[in-house]
C-alpha cells in the first residue's frame, strides 16, 4: 500500500472528498427539446437536446436501435487563452467518448431509426469540463423526455502529489510537483453501478486506482442527489 | 389543511416506483429485481395493479382516434407524408381523404407546406396512418388562422375536463379552437384581437400548469386581460376550415 | 416553428397594427442583462431579448500591428451560431448569416470611434494590444444581429485589461487589472434594425415574425442629441424601400437610442458597483 501524502488542504481549502459549490438547473434553452446548465465550482456547462429526430440520410439510420449524437465544445473566451471558434481535436476526442458515456443509459431500442443530437458548451472553464457537460447532458436528456433506464454522474478525480482527491480545478489539475499532476475523469450509473465514462491523463499508481474508483463513485452519489433534485423543480 | 389537489410528485429516470410483486410495469417503466423503475420524468400513475407514468415531456405519443395538426412534407402517388411531431412519420393515403382525389390534382389539395387536420387510424412501430374520413368539423385543410405550438402533455390542460377550458377560452376570445393532440393548436376567428387573445390564454395556462385552482386563475386572466374593442360571443362565421377536404 | 400560413399571420397582424405577442410595430420585447459569463474573460456578458439569447466575451492578447496602423491596436469580431441554440443551426464552416452579424457589429463599434485605439498601442510599430470580440447564441427567437450589438457594446464597456508583466513580457490570463479599455462614451453606438413586411415595418420580431419579413435594414447611430452619427448601415432581404421609410427609421432611432441607452448606462453603472463590493469583499 502506497504512503499517504502529507497533503491535508487544498488550495481552497476542501477536504479529499469534498465537491466544488454546484448549481443545476433545467429549462435554459427554450427552443430545445430538453436542456440543463450545470456549475461545479466556476465550470460552467450547458447542453441541449434536439430529438429523437429521424436520422437523415436513410442509409446512416439503425433500424434496431436510435443513436445518439454529442458535440462538445468550448466557448472561445470559457478559458484564459482565447480558442479559436470550431471544433479542435481535443472536441472532437471528448465528444466521442462522451457519446459512449451518455449512450449505454439512453434506451435507444425503444427509438429505431432515429437520432437524439446532444449539444454541448462550456461557458467558463476551471477543469472538469466534460463531467460537468456529462452531468448536463444527462439532466437535459431526462428533462426531454428521453427513455433512459437511469441517471448517470460524472466527476474528475486527480491527485497531489500521493493524495486522491475528488473535483479538481485548475490550480489542482496543474499542480506538477512529486508524482506530477493527474485527472481522471468518471462516469457512474447510479443504479447499476457501472462505470460508462474512464480516461486518465498523467500518471496513477496501479494499487491506488480502486481507491480513486471508489473515491469517484461517492462523489457522482452526490451529484447524482443534485440532478435529482433540479429535476424534481420540472414545471 | 392540505388541499385536495396537491401537486403530484415528479419522479425521474432510475427511480424506483415500485418494490416487489404488488405492480405489474407499464408504460415508461422497468422491472429490474424486485423493482419497478421509471424511465422518463413524468408523474406516478396506478391503474389496479398497473404501475405506469405519464410523462410531462418529450415527444408526442400517438394514439388512435387522436385529432392531429400536421405540416405536409411530402408526396408520392399514394399519399402525403405529414409531420405530426416526433420521430416517426404520419401518412395520408388518397384513399382516406373525404372525397375522390385525382393523382394529378394532389399538390393543389394539399400541397408542401400546407397544414391539415386530421385524425389518427392506427399507429404501427415504424409510422402512423391518418384519415380524414370522418365527418367531423374541422378536418381538412388549414388555410386561415393562427397556429400555437405546445408541449403535446400540456393539452389535457388546455381542454381541460369535458373541455370547460378550452370553452373559457372560445367564449371570452370569439373564436373557434382546434386543440391537436400532438400540440398544434388552430385558432381561427373574424378579429385579429380575439385570435392575439386566444393565443395568448393558451400561453398562460401553459405557463401555470402546475398551479392549483388553474380554472379560476384562468377565468380572472381572461377578465382582466381582454381587449376592450373585442365584441363578446362573436358569431363564429369564419368557419375557415374546409369541408370535405379542401375539395371547395 | 415557421409554416406557410405563419406570414400570412404576421401580415394580418401587423396591418392592423398587432402583433402576435400582442406588441405594438415599434415595441421592443423586454431586455435582461447579466455580466460576468466567463470569469475567465477580460470581459463577458449575456443578454437576453425576449427568447432570445445571446453571450458575448472579450479575450485580448499582444500583437504585432497592422502595417497601415503600425500605433494603434486590433479588433476583431466573431459570431457563432450554436446548433445547441436552434434546430435550424448546424455545424460547420460560418455561414453567410453568422458572418453578416459578425461584420455588421464590427462596422458600427469601429466607425463610432468608440474605441480609442491609439491607446491600446504599446510599443509603436511592435507591440499592440488586440480585443477579440466573440459572440455566440445561446437561444435564438429572433433579431440575433441588435440583440448580439448590445451585448458586444456591453461586454467592452465592462472589460478590464488583463495583467502584463511588462518585463517577462507575458500576459497572465486570468488575473486582470482595475484598468477598462480606453472608450470614448460619447461615441456609443447602438444598434436597430428595422424589419419589413408587405408596406409596414416592426422592430425586434420574434424568429417567426423574423422569418416571414422581407426585408430589412440596420442602423448603427450615436449622438442622437447633438449631431445623430450614423456609423452603420445595412439592408438586407430581397423587399425594396422608400426613402420615406428610411427617414423614418432614422427618427425612430433617435428614440430607440434614448431607451437603449438608459439600459446600457443603468447595467454599466450596477456591473461597477458589483465590481467594487467584490474587490472590497476579497480584501477583506
Redesign the interface.
Known amino acids: 500500500m502506497a504512503e499517504k501524502s502529507i497533503f491535508t488542504k487544498r488550495p481552497d481549502g476542501r477536504k479529499m472528498d469534498e465537491l466544488r459549490p454546484i448549481h443545476a438547473e433545467i429549462g435554459v434553452v427554450p427552443n430545445a427539446d430538453g436542456s440543463a446548465l450545470f456549475a461545479q465550482g466556476d465550470t460552467i456547462a450547458i447542453a441541449a437536446i434536439y430529438g429523437p429526430k429521424t436520422l437523415n440520410p436513410k442509409h446512416m439510420q439503425n433500424p434496431e436501435k436510435g443513436v445518439v449524437r454529442v458535440h462538445y465544445n468550448m466557448l472561445s473566451f470559457s478559458v484564459g487563452e482565447r480558442i479559436k471558434p470550431g471544433v479542435s481535436r481535443r472536441s472532437q476526442e471528448i465528444s466521442k467518448v462522451t457519446e459512449w458515456a451518455l449512450s449505454p443509459v439512453v434506451m435507444l431500442e425503444e427509438l429505431p431509426g432515429t437520432v437524439i443530437d446532444v449539444h454541448i458548451n462550456i461557458l467558463q472553464a476551471n477543469a472538469g469540463t466534460r463531467c460537468a457537460g456529462i452531468n448536463a447532458a444527462a439532466m437535459a436528456l431526462a428533462h426531454a423526455g428521453i427513455p433512459m433506464k437511469e441517471m448517470i454522474s460524472a466527476i474528475a478525480i486527480g491527485k497531489m502529489d500521493k493524495t486522491i482527491l475528488a473535483d479538481v480545478n485548475k490550480e489542482e489539475e496543474d499542480y506538477d510537483d512529486g508524482e506530477g499532476a493527474t485527472d481522471m475523469p468518471m462516469a457512474y450509473l447510479s443504479n447499476s453501478g457501472k462505470i460508462s465514462l474512464l480516461q486518465l491523463d498523467g500518471r496513477m499508481q496501479a494499487d491506488r486506482l480502486k481507491e480513486a474508483l471508489e473515491l469517484g463513485k461517492e462523489a457522482c452519489k452526490k451529484i447524482a442527489e443534485i440532478q435529482k433534485k433540479a429535476l424534481k423543480e420540472y414545471k | 389543511m392540505t388541499s385536495e389537489k396537491t401537486r403530484k410528485e415528479i419522479v425521474i429516470p432510475g427511480e424506483t416506483i415500485a418494490e416487489g410483486d404488488d405492480f405489474l410495469p407499464g408504460d415508461w417503466t422497468i422491472k429490474t429485481g424486485k423493482d419497478i423503475i421509471a424511465t422518463r420524468i413524468g408523474i406516478v400513475e396506478k391503474q389496479d395493479r398497473l404501475i405506469k407514468i405519464i410523462p410531462l415531456s418529450g415527444v408526442y405519443i400517438p394514439r388512435r382516434g387522436n385529432t392531429v395538426i400536421g405540416e405536409v412534407k411530402d408526396m408520392n402517388h399514394s399519399g402525403w407524408t405529414i409531420d405530426v411531431g416526433g420521430p416517426y412519420g404520419a401518412f395520408l393515403t388518397l384513399k382516406e381523404t373525404p372525397g375522390y382525389v385525382e393523382e394529378s390534382d394532389m399538390e393543389t389539395v394539399y400541397g408542401i407546406g400546407d397544414l391539415v387536420v386530421a385524425k389518427i387510424l392506427n399507429v404501427k412501430r415504424t409510422g402512423i396512418d391518418l384519415t380524414m374520413k370522418q365527418r367531423e368539423s374541422g378536418l381538412g385543410k388549414i388555410k386561415d388562422g393562427i397556429i400555437v405550438r405546445v408541449n403535446p402533455h400540456r393539452v389535457p390542460r388546455i381542454i381541460g375536463k369535458e373541455g370547460s377550458m378550452i370553452r373559457l377560452i372560445k367564449e371570452a376570445s370569439g373564436c373557434y379552437v382546434t386543440v391537436g393532440q400532438n400540440g398544434l393548436i388552430w385558432i381561427r376567428g373574424d378579429s385579429v384581437e380575439g385570435k392575439i387573445f386566444a393565443k395568448q390564454a393558451i400561453e398562460f395556462i401553459v405557463e401555470n400548469t402546475t398551479t392549483d385552482g388553474l380554472t379560476d386563475k384562468v377565468e380572472q386572466w381572461l377578465k382582466e386581460n381582454r381587449p376592450k374593442n373585442l365584441v363578446k360571443n362573436n358569431p363564429i362565421k369564419a368557419e375557415t376550415s374546409e369541408m370535405n377536404g379542401g375539395m371547395n | ?1 415557421v ?4 406570414k ?2 404576421v401580415l ?2 401587423i396591418n ?1 397594427n ?5 406588441r405594438k410595430p415599434f415595441e421592443q420585447r423586454k431586455i435582461e442583462i447579466k455580466f460576468g ?5 477580460e470581459g ?1 456578458v449575456s443578454v437576453k431579448v425576449g ?1 432570445t ?1 445571446v ?1 458575448a ?3 485580448m ?1 499582444i500583437q504585432k500591428p497592422y502595417t497601415d496602423h503600425e500605433n494603434e491596436g486590433t479588433m476583431t469580431t ?1 459570431m ?1 451560431l ?6 435550424n443551426f448546424e ?1 460547420g464552416q460560418p455561414t453567410i448569416e453568422a458572418v453578416e452579424i459578425a461584420r455588421v457589429v464590427d462596422r458600427g463599434l469601429r466607425e463610432s470611434r468608440f474605441i480609442d485605439f491609439q491607446k491600446l498601442c504599446l510599443e509603436e510599430g511592435e507591440k499592440v494590444w488586440s480585443i ?1 470580440v ?1 459572440l ?1 447564441t ?4 429572433g433579431s440575433l444581429l441588435d440583440a448580439s450589438a448590445l451585448a458586444a457594446m456591453l461586454a467592452l464597456l465592462t472589460a478590464h485589461f488583463p495583467v502584463y508583466d511588462d518585463k517577462k513580457e507575458k500576459i497572465e ?2 488575473e486582470f487589472t482595475d484598468k477598462k479599455l480606453p472608450l470614448n462614451l460619447e461615441n456609443m453606438s447602438l444598434t436597430m434594425t428595422f424589419f419589413k413586411i408587405g408596406d409596414k415595418l416592426l422592430i425586434d420580431p420574434t424568429r417567426e415574425e423574423e422569418d416571414s419579413t422581407d426585408g430589412r435594414i440596420t442602423m448603427e447611430v450615436s449622438k442622437p442629441d447633438k449631431d445623430e452619427m450614423i456609423n452603420a448601415m445595412q439592408k438586407g432581404g430581397n423587399a425594396t424601400f422608400t426613402i420615406e421609410e428610411v427617414e423614418t427609421m432614422v427618427e425612430e432611432s433617435k428614440k430607440m437610442f434614448k431607451k437603449l441607452k438608459t439600459l446600457v448606462d443603468e447595467a454599466a453603472e450596477g456591473f461597477d458597483k458589483d465590481n467594487k463590493k467584490i474587490k472590497k469583499e476579497k480584501k477583506e
Do not use: C, Q, W
Open positions: 416553428m409554416y406557410k400560413i405563419t400570412k399571420n394580418e397582424a392592423k398587432e402583433r402576435l405577442d400582442g459569463v466567463s470569469n475567465r474573460a463577458s427568447k439569447h453571450v466575451g472579450i479575450k492578447n466573431s457563432e450554436l446548433p445547441l441554440s436552434s434546430p455545424y477579440n466573440d455566440a445561446l437561444n435564438d427567437d490570463f486570468g
